[in-house]
């Protein structure tokens, strides 16, 4: 009996350790890198004209990129219009580099999503992710209708 004893005691021992040691965090993995995609030249250009507007730190270059009702994220919320996002980006500037990881058009809608970094060369890391919302007048140019950006949060350790 004292042999079952030891062992139901060492079997709680090795258990709850193991139970313990389960309860650690485990840091999720890096994500995968996606490979950029080239985007038909009328969708590429909505992306290099972004750049060199950000670039140039020409916000009114920026909000003509928009729809007269665009949105882009500030703070908490969403800023909408023309104006209203010639003013949130009054400061922007900066090497901006946006690469194309999907996208999809039909008709007059359409979308990219994609990655951002900051600096020069093709090896620049990604500091972020967005979608673009597009719209178009039939026959017209693609225009931004909402800008949703996040930077990407480092990994914990």
Do not use: C
């Not at 916000?59 to 209203?84: K, S």
């Amino acid at each position: 009996m004292r042999g079952i004893r030891l062992s139901f005691a060492t079997a709680r021992v090795v258990l709850g350790s193991a139970a313990a040691h389960a309860q650690q965090p485990i840091a999720p993995p890096p994500p995968p890198h996606i490979e950029s995609i080239a985007l038909p030249p009328e969708l590429d250009r909505v992306l290099r004209d972004y750049e060199h507007a950000w670039k140039a730190g020409d916000e009114n270059a920026l909000a003509a990129l928009f729809t007269e009702d665009g949105f882009v994220p500030r703070g908490q919320g969403w800023v909408r219009g023309r104006a209203a996002i010639r003013a949130t980006y009054q400061n922007s500037d900066g090497a901006l580099l946006l690469r194309a990881l999907a996208f999809a058009v039909q008709d007059t809608v359409g979308y990219i999503v994609g990655a951002y970094g900051y600096g020069e060369g093709a090896s620049v890391p990604d500091r972020g992710k967005f979608v673009l919302a597009l719209r178009r007048a039939p026959g017209g140019p693609w225009l931004i209708a909402a800008d949703l950006d996040q930077s990407v949060r480092p990994q914990q350790d």
